[in-house]
């Protein structure tokens, strides 16, 4: 990606990241390159800061409440979920630079060193020789090949994600067992997939530039749940984070964050939190004109 060449002179732009690693050693997990390798990341950031204008996402809040204006090429850095490796190997690297970064913070992800349900796939998928099991839109094949199990963790993504009737964890459970794990993995230590401890998230929010905001609790998508959980997702995480961190924000974001994946009433309950400012995963540039809940984002890539 020509990360600068996305950078508008009227327009603001954030950025969603999710990890940065030593170096990609995998051939299946990571395909998508969530996890940037640290030399890709710094590179990024080097064009961009030569480019454009660093923003953090509280200059951006502000902008909106006291009617100023952005400089010229303005970019934001944001991370979601948790990762341990945000602390280790980008926030050195962005703080050497001057560049602030806004970090949204899955509260059980970090209580409990969780996996997301699809790294959890991932992580059963990747040294298995291949399979054929059924699944609830019918059978999911892969033989040994990267290729095979890279296309076959496409579609997972693509139908999980949009079928409100699978559970993902449960189903992340169920791929498990039938690739021969018999009791389930929730959590590990490698750099995909370990995240942060509560110390390193109090530290990271009071580093100068650096900010934590919210995430949900489990990752769950926010427009699919009914009343109570969606306020265990929203006002319970960001109980959790003021108890646990002591932190209280004005900053969250979506999980999957698609448009189906958020509505008015996620909005409205968001707004009842305190929560002032919530960016998508949609992608695109914004300006003062867009909400401050339905702001863009690039995936970096």
């Excluded at 170096?23 to 030569?50: G, P």
């Excluded at 949204?104 to 099991?133: C, K, L, P």
């Excluded at 427009?223 to 959980?229: E, G, I, K, Q, V």
């Amino acid at each position: 990606m020509d990360y600068a060449a996305r950078l508008h002179p009227e327009r603001f732009i954030i950025f969603l990241f999710h990890g940065v690693i030593e170096k990609q050693t995998r051939a299946v997990r990571n395909y998508t390159r969530k996890h940037l390798t640290k030399d890709h990341f710094a590179a990024a950031l080097r064009s961009l800061d030569q480019a454009g204008d660093a923003v953090s996402m509280d200059d951006i809040l502000a902008a909106y409440r006291g009617g100023g204006s952005l400089p010229p090429r303005s970019f934001a850095i944001t991370f979601d979920d948790g990762f341990e490796n945000n602390v280790s190997v980008a926030a050195p690297i962005l703080a050497d630079m001057n560049i602030p970064a806004t970090f949204y913070v899955t509260t059980d992800f970090v209580e409990q060193n969780r996996m997301s349900w699809v790294d959890r796939i991932e992580w059963a998928v990747e040294d298995h020789g291949g399979a054929s099991i059924t699944v609830p839109w019918g059978t999911l094949d892969f033989d040994a090949s990267p290729q095979s199990k890279r296309a076959a963790l496409d579609i997972v993504r693509a139908r999980v994600k949009s079928d409100k009737a699978i559970e993902p964890d449960v189903f992340a459970t169920d791929v498990q067992a039938k690739l021969g794990h018999r009791e389930p993995v929730f959590s590990s230590t490698d750099p995909l997939d370990r995240k942060m401890t509560w110390d390193q998230v109090r530290r990271l929010h009071t580093t100068p530039g650096f900010r934590v905001g919210g995430h949900t609790q489990t990752h769950a998508i926010l427009s699919f749940l009914d009343a109570a959980p969606l306020d265990a997702e929203t006002a319970g995480a960001l109980d959790i984070l003021k108890r646990r961190a002591g932190i209280s924000t004005h900053h969250f974001s979506y999980p999957e964050g698609l448009t189906h994946c958020y509505s008015d009433a996620v909005i409205a309950k968001l707004q009842s939190c305190g929560i002032s400012i919530c960016p998508t995963a949609e992608d695109g540039d914004n300006d003062r004109n867009t909400s401050p809940f339905l702001l863009k984002r690039i995936m970096a890539l």
